[in-house]
């Protein structure tokens, strides 16, 4: 984080990225003496309500984020800079999107935990749009031009005031990442673990789960942080195995509620590959609600690193990154059958992407976890059921181009090519000829490593 007086004293002259966090009203004059470099201008909790005209200034600005602030209105100031391709203003008290606000080279939409109930039919006319996050707000409807948003990857509507799915959704060619949980669809929802069946509303089936009690915890370190929670070891008196708290935060996220991500995590039951809970936590002295699941090793390392500003809704390798055939093969398999037990589930993950997957690098073995943006999908609408899920196989088939990709070191290989070839049938522009889940499981077993 920078401060003022690096802004003021000159010291930040020639940088590409500021990040400026001091209780702002306004934008300090200082900031458009970096015309010349700044491409990443980060204002997020700060006590803004507008922005300056002068903001055009900076010609080669791409990224804005002006979250945990004041506003009401999106800045029609936004849609006269033409570089700007990420905007983020999430948890603002937004309810107007102005059609003039909208960047003309805009990818990358952040409208999380606003207050919106519609928005611009100008939307679907911005034709980069790839990732549109807009949860937790009032929308009813959906602008009919985004059925012309043809590049649209990843969509999040969570905790909005949505009665149906639009039939135009189902039938965008890329749309891979979709969060539906938390709206008023009245659909009967997914099967819990105990083969009962209930409203899609949250926090359906939370009891049919252990409970263990906070005093009975032994809380270990932090082994991580996403968008819903924090994840510890702990050590629970009288449990047979090691396990990991995952404590919800218990706000709007950017997938979705925290009660939406359990209920979908008690729907999807037990799968060797998926992270799913063994018990609930019961007497958290905050009221936190929080997830106990079994601790998975050590030797467990991320597959990949999540999407980058530049990469928008892909993951993030490293350069060098390579798997062996076999590896690939064990990945592609081990996720593929997890993703067809979460379909027959009637669970849609939301998040398949490989820096949500944990692999033992040695044996190959993966792990499927983080529930945030799971929708719980209709069983007495199986047509729309299975459009809905069509979306998500073509997130796994990003996946098996990727592990494809991490083989090419052995392109010649008759299994990397038969991973290449399920990966652009699960990728095909046309949802309803994309194969299911359960037969990419199939197809991937037949496969032999060589």
């Avoid at 009919?144 to 590049?151: F, G, N, T, Y």
């Amino acid at each position: 984080m920078h401060t003022l007086e690096q802004l003021r004293s000159g010291a930040l002259a020639g940088t590409r990225r500021l990040d400026l966090a001091c209780d702002l009203t306004e934008v300090p004059e200082e900031v458009f003496g970096l015309a010349d470099t700044l491409e990443v201008l980060n204002l997020s909790g700060n006590r803004l309500r507008k922005l300056p005209h002068q903001l055009t200034k900076l010609h080669k600005l791409q990224v804005l984020f002006a979250s945990d602030n004041d506003f009401e209105v999106l800045p029609e100031v936004l849609g006269d800079c033409p570089a700007l391709q990420v905007v983020g203003f999430k948890a603002n008290c937004i309810a107007q999107v102005p059609p003039a606000a909208l960047p003309p080279a805009l990818r990358w939409l952040i409208l999380t935990d606003n207050a919106l109930a519609s928005l611009p039919s100008a939307l679907g006319q911005r034709a980069a749009l790839q990732k549109l996050m807009l949860a937790g707000n009032q929308l009813q409807g959906l602008p009919e031009s985004l059925q012309d948003a043809h590049r649209l990857e990843l969509l999040r509507l969570s905790v909005n005031r949505l009665t149906h799915v639009p039939a135009w959704l189902t039938e965008l060619p890329r749309l891979s990442w979709l969060a539906l949980a938390g709206n008023a669809m009245g659909w009967a929802g997914a099967a819990g673990p105990d083969g009962s069946v209930g409203s899609n509303g949250p926090g359906h089936g939370a009891n049919t789960l252990a409970t263990i009690a906070w005093h009975h915890l032994q809380p270990g370190p932090l082994l991580g942080e996403g968008a819903s929670g924090h994840i510890y070891q702990v050590h629970a008196k009288d449990w047979p195995q090691p396990l990991a708290l995952k404590l919800f935060k218990g706000e709007v996220t950017s997938d979705g509620l925290p009660e939406d991500e359990l209920a979908a995590c008690l729907a999807a039951g037990q799968h060797p590959v998926l992270t799913t809970p063994v018990a609930r936590l019961t007497g958290h002295p905050a009221q936190a609600q929080g997830l106990l699941m079994p601790l998975i090793p050590a030797a467990h390392i991320n597959l990949a690193g999540p999407p980058s500003l530049e990469s928008c809704t892909r993951d993030v390798y490293p350069p060098d990154f390579q798997l062996s055939v076999t590896l690939a093969l064990g990945i592609a398999r081990d996720v593929a059958d997890a993703l067809a037990h979460l379909h027959q589930r009637g669970v849609m993950h939301g998040d398949l992407y490989g820096h949500n997957i944990l692999i033992d690098p040695v044996h190959g073995q993966a792990r499927l976890g983080d529930f945030g943006a799971a929708t719980r999908l209709p069983i007495d609408q199986p047509e729309l059921r299975q459009k809905l899920l069509a979306l998500e196989v073509r997130a796994l088939g990003c996946l098996l181009q990727e592990l494809g990709a991490a083989s090419l070191a052995h392109a010649d290989s008759p299994t990397v090519q038969a991973i290449q070839n399920l990966a652009q049938a699960c990728l095909t522009d046309q949802p309803h000829q994309r194969p299911s889940a359960m037969a990419v499981a199939h197809a991937l077993q037949a496969i032999e490593a060589i």
